[in-house]
């Protein structure tokens, strides 16, 4: 069974720093594209970070480019997304999916649709 797990939320005070990760068991993230998506209560879910199957490129969201950085280990079959210098605003849970469209190979779009086998996400709460 093809699965990805969201480790790594909390709570933190604003301008503090937390680093997600996405493991996958089931398959190996070698194939794939993996996006970290986010959801604050009462809005949709949106993309924040995607990184290309071979780590080559990557794509932000204009609200945490110079903020965040989205890595993967794929010995490990684990994608990262490290947040730096985190605002209340980024209060939502996070998720991770996995793309094999051909929309996700050049210059990994992050779009809801291009995703699947999403994981059950991680909490992260940005507060003083």
């Not at 469209?101 to 909490?123: A, D, E, K, L």
Request: glycine letters at 10%.
């Amino acid at each position: 069974q093809l699965q990805l797990v969201e480790s790594g939320g909390g709570l933190v005070q604003p301008g503090g720093s937390l680093r997600l990760s996405c493991a996958a068991s089931g398959f190996t993230l070698n194939y794939y594209a993996i996006g970290w998506f986010r959801q604050a209560p009462g809005k949709e879910r949106e993309g924040v970070s995607c990184i290309s199957k071979s780590g080559g490129s990557t794509n932000y969201a204009d609200s945490v480019k110079g903020r965040f950085t989205i890595s993967r280990d794929n010995a490990k079959n684990t994608v990262y997304l490290e947040m730096n210098s985190l605002k209340s605003e980024d209060t939502a849970t996070y998720y991770c999916a996995a793309s094999r469209s051909p929309h996700t190979i050049v210059q990994p779009m992050c779009v809801t649709s291009f995703y699947s086998n999403w994981g059950r996400g991680t909490q992260v709460t940005v507060s003083s």
